[in-house]
């Protein structure tokens, strides 16, 4: 059982009556939010008898499905036969590398010609990390000489992927940049410089957050959007602490779906977000 459902069963067993606020309490430090852990606690509270274990499991489990929409069609090559460019973003340490690897290798087992770009030009060892999974999962890294501008890497990149017409295209880019500013900015320059060899790219940018980081999870979510609209999230760590209950907070509070999810540090710890099953697994 999920430490998540764990925590909700030793609020309400062994007790004639429910601590409803410790019950809400609860709902709320599993990062599903205020509104929506009074909302369950509310429909608890309603049915207006003894509650048991299970009717906090099926209340759950019911209005977390409701929430999200249902499940978005897998990720398929353009008709055009034009790459579609996905941007990885995120703070740092979130598993943007990993995940941008992870995810070169999904769609490589799909069947589809993948390249990676090196957009974090501020670190080597980011290159360097990029190239050892390129290596590893024989998927061509796009690379730049050190402290290049990320842009350019994006831009030789993404030229690379139009004359070899890849499928896809995914940079991965830098978490870190001197200040929160300077990195919102630097986003918005390689947006701008995918733009030019194809107005519609970027055509996906993915978030990565660390579900192991409740709220400040949602900050980023926020940031970001602002600065650089999300068309989703990669939920990484679920396999750590992570309860995951954030991605319907983020969704509720912004609108952006959860994609993918991150399940470990190996490459096949990673899948496509599928509702009905995190909301029963993972959550
Ligand atoms: N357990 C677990 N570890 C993960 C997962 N995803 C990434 N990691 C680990 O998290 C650490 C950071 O991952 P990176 O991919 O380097 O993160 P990043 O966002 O690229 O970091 P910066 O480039 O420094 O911003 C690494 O040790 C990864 O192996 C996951 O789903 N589960
Ligand atoms: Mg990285």
């Known amino acids: ?28 430090a599993a990062d599903l939010g205020a509104k929506l852990g009074t909302g369950i606690t509310d429909e608890l509270h309603d049915l207006g008898r003894e509650i048991s274990a299970d009717d906090v499991v099926n209340v759950t489990r019911k209005r977390l499905s409701k929430i999200l929409p249902d499940d978005k069609p897998a990720l398929a090559p353009r008709a055009d036969g034009k790459p579609t460019v ?53 998927i061509p890294v796009v690379t730049g000489k050190p402290e290049s501008d990320p842009s350019s890497v994006c831009f030789n990149a993404h030229q690379r992927a139009i004359e070899e017409k890849a499928d896809f295209l995914i940079c991965d880019t830098a978490g870190r940049i001197h200040t929160r500013h300077n990195l919102m900015e630097e986003l918005g320059k390689i947006r701008r ?70 399940t470990g540090e190996e490459p096949e710890a990673f899948s496509v977000f599928e509702k009905e099953r995190f909301v029963s697994e993972v959550l």
């Open 1 to 28: 059982m999920a430490g998540f459902f764990k925590k909700l069963f030793n609020a309400i067993t062994d007790r004639a009556d429910v601590d409803w606020d410790e019950l809400e309490a609860n709902l709320i």
């Open 193 to 262: 410089t995918i733009a030019k060899q194809d107005p519609g790219a970027p055509h996906l940018t993915l978030l990565v957050v660390d579900a192991s980081t409740g709220t400040n999870a949602l900050n980023q979510a926020k940031e970001f959007h602002k600065a650089s609209p999300l068309d989703g999230l990669i939920l990484t760590k679920l396999d750590g602490s992570g309860k995951g209950g954030i991605a319907f907070n983020i969704y509720e509070q912004l609108g952006i779906v959860p994609r993918f999810i991150g």
């Open 86 to 138: 996905i941007l990885v973003v995120g703070v740092n340490g979130t598993g943007k590398t990993t995940s941008s690897a992870k995810l070169g290798m999904w769609l490589k087992d799909r069947g589809h010609s993948v390249l990676l770009a090196a957009a974090d030009t501020f670190r080597a060892a980011a290159v360097e990390q990029l190239q050892r999974w390129g290596d590893r999962l024989d």
